[in-house]
């Protein structure tokens, strides 16, 4: 088991892809605090973990609010002690052009993501540093990579991306890890409004995609239970696009034009 006596802490733990990472770590020996806004989400998290014989709690946070994030880091440390890995990963996405969006829309993308990643950062690291090191990772997206809309969000996935690779070269030194994953698009519980409006996003997305699918959240879960174990010991710095190999490029112009039958 790769993370036995690790202490695991993952914000929007209670869906998606916080779940499902949470159950991956706890299924490798790792005890699970699954961080969510809801709190209920969160117990059912923790509930999936026991019940599957593994060790979690769930809890309710904000991250965008200090001081929920400072409630939530103290009672993890005095009931576990420093925490090994962190896994920001709380998100949200509202807003698109940028002539249409309002700043409301703006700030919540910037205060869940970017703000959200640097208090619990900030939170958690100082006890990494005191026990000799830690794994810092944070869920981003392709969108932060390149430009295809949803301005808020993707430019605070941007910023995310950057944050890590700071965090990476400040404190390496201090055997602190600091990566990045960019999923593509993720069936989770994020795209259910989409999806009543319109059944077939899914299957129109899965024909941008090399591997002519969307991802699952097991898909981000397996890649983030390699980044946070010893196996990666000697990466950190780095941007895992998980996406089905759509950052190398995409052939649907072929496909649209009939050259292309896969499809």
Not at 74 to 90: M, Q, W
């Amino acid at each position: 088991m790769k993370l036995v006596n690790r202490v695991a802490v993952v914000t929007g733990g209670g869906s998606g892809i916080g779940r499902a990472i949470s159950l991956a770590f706890a299924a490798e020996g790792a005890t699970v605090v699954a961080a969510d806004l809801v709190e209920e989400r969160a117990l059912e998290t923790a509930d999936l973990i026991e019940r599957a014989g593994g060790k979690g709690i769930g809890v309710q946070a904000d991250v965008s609010n200090a001081a929920s994030v400072a409630e939530m880091a103290t009672g993890v440390t005095n009931a576990y002690g420093a925490v090994d890995i962190l896994v920001n990963n709380a998100g949200l996405s509202r807003g698109g052009d940028i002539r249409t969006i309002e700043e409301a829309d703006w700030d919540i993308n910037f205060d869940v993501i970017m703000k959200g990643a640097f208090l619990c950062s900030k939170a958690f690291i100082g006890g990494m540093i005191e026990r000799g090191g830690g794994v810092l990772l944070h869920i981003a997206s392709v969108n932060g990579m390149y430009g295809i809309g949803e301005e808020p969000y993707s430019a605070a996935k941007a910023g995310l991306i950057n944050f890590s690779q700071n965090l990476a070269v400040r404190h390496g030194a201090e055997g602190i890890r600091s990566n990045v994953i960019a999923p593509g698009s993720i069936v989770t519980p994020i795209w259910n409004h989409t999806v009543h409006r319109d059944p077939e996003v899914f299957n129109r997305l899965a024909k941008i995609y090399p591997l002519r699918r969307v991802g699952q959240p097991e898909d981000v879960a397996k890649a983030a239970l390699f980044l946070a174990s010893d196996d990666a010991s000697w990466i950190s710095g780095v941007t895992l696009p998980v996406d089905g190999g759509l950052t190398a490029g995409t052939d649907i112009f072929r496909t649209t034009s009939g050259a292309d039958e896969r499809a």
